[in-house]
């Protein structure tokens, strides 16, 4: 049987190490979230970040706007958060309300501030292999959880499935800086199965069950950063974990794989600023 990558795990060891750095600093780093509109996902998502900044000694703060807040009010308190010397990292929570323009209101964060990693001048210095001021947080929490097994990236060939902005395209190219030989699938792609089992790793993120055991490789690492409800209302991954678990070596299980990391890494990336600031 595979071993279990287990995020909860490492979640604690780390946040653990980052309450005693923050314990030490002058001032407590600050977090501010945006959320507009009453997407319920949202909500839960942002209180989690918040109920983990507040147990490490993270100044968090949640402005809450209703679904019909304008563009414009939204880009002039991002502005404000930017000159804000008191801020150090800004979230936006996506989804945003419709007739919102996803690009204007990321765009507006200060790179200095942008906590998640999207705006262009940090997406900018990820893909063209420099230093950007912090990683985005899914695809940095799968690396700290390869680190974390020893699992060695360098010349192993790594699938990821999915192209988004938020974790298949930063992914893909965080493995490639790794020196990693890098496969992109996604919904186009033919004969994903026959991809599938020439991969060391296989990173999936697309939200629905398309991965099992008989189109891996024996011995693969697979990490599995899709989560959505079945019909049957149990939360899934994008992998059958039981066939899964009987190819792989290690795998990452859903819930308790990558979720508890992406949290992680954005606290990590909140004090990572705090420093640069």
């Given at each position: 049987m595979a071993i279990i990558l287990d995020g909860k795990k490492l979640r604690e060891k780390i946040l653990e190490q980052l309450k005693i750095?923050?314990?030490?600093?002058?001032?407590?780093?600050?977090?501010?979230?945006?959320?507009?509109?009453?997407?319920?996902?949202?909500?839960?998502?942002?209180?989690?970040?918040?109920?983990?900044?507040?147990?490490?000694?993270?100044?968090?703060?949640?402005?809450?706007?209703?679904s019909n807040v304008s563009e414009e009010e939204l880009l002039n308190k991002i502005k404000e958060l930017n000159e804000d010397s008191g801020v150090?990292?800004?979230?936006?929570?996506?989804?945003?309300?419709?007739?919102?323009?996803?690009?204007?209101?990321?765009?507006?964060?200060?790179?200095?501030?942008?906590?998640?990693?999207?705006?262009?001048?940090?997406?900018?210095?990820?893909?063209?292999?420099?230093?950007?001021?912090?990683?985005?947080?899914?695809?940095?929490?799968?690396?700290?959880?390869?680190?974390?097994?020893?699992?060695?990236?360098?010349?192993?060939?790594?699938?990821?499935?999915?192209?988004?902005?938020?974790?298949?395209?930063?992914?893909?190219?965080?493995?490639?800086?790794?020196?990693a030989t890098v496969t992109v699938c996604h919904s186009y792609t033919k004969d994903l199965a026959q991809i599938l089992k020439t991969a060391d790793i296989v990173v999936s993120a697309v939200g629905k069950n398309i991965v099992n055991g008989d189109m891996l490789k024996q011995g693969c690492v697979v990490v599995d950063v899709g989560i959505f409800k079945d019909e049957n209302g149990k939360t899934r991954g994008d992998v059958d974990f039981d066939s899964a678990s009987k190819n792989a070596a290690y795998i990452s299980p859903v819930p308790g794989g990558v979720g508890p990391m992406t949290i992680t890494s954005l606290m990590l990336n909140t004090v990572e600023l705090y420093e640069k600031g």
């Open positions: 750095k923050i314990d030490g600093f002058y001032r407590k780093p600050s977090l501010v979230v945006i959320l507009a509109g009453d997407n319920p996902a949202s909500k839960i998502y942002v209180n989690n970040k918040k109920k983990v900044a507040d147990r490490i000694g993270i100044n968090s703060q949640i402005i809450n706007y209703p150090d990292a800004i979230l936006v929570q996506l989804p945003l309300p419709d007739g919102i323009s996803k690009e204007n209101i990321i765009n507006a964060i200060s790179p200095e501030k942008d906590v998640d990693g999207f705006t262009p001048y940090n997406f900018g210095r990820l893909f063209s292999g420099e230093e950007p001021n912090v990683y985005p947080c899914t695809p940095k929490g799968v690396l700290l959880l390869l680190k974390e097994y020893n699992i060695e990236l360098e010349g192993k060939h790594a699938v990821v499935i999915g192209r988004s902005n938020i974790v298949g395209k930063p992914m893909a190219q965080m493995l490639l800086n790794n020196n």
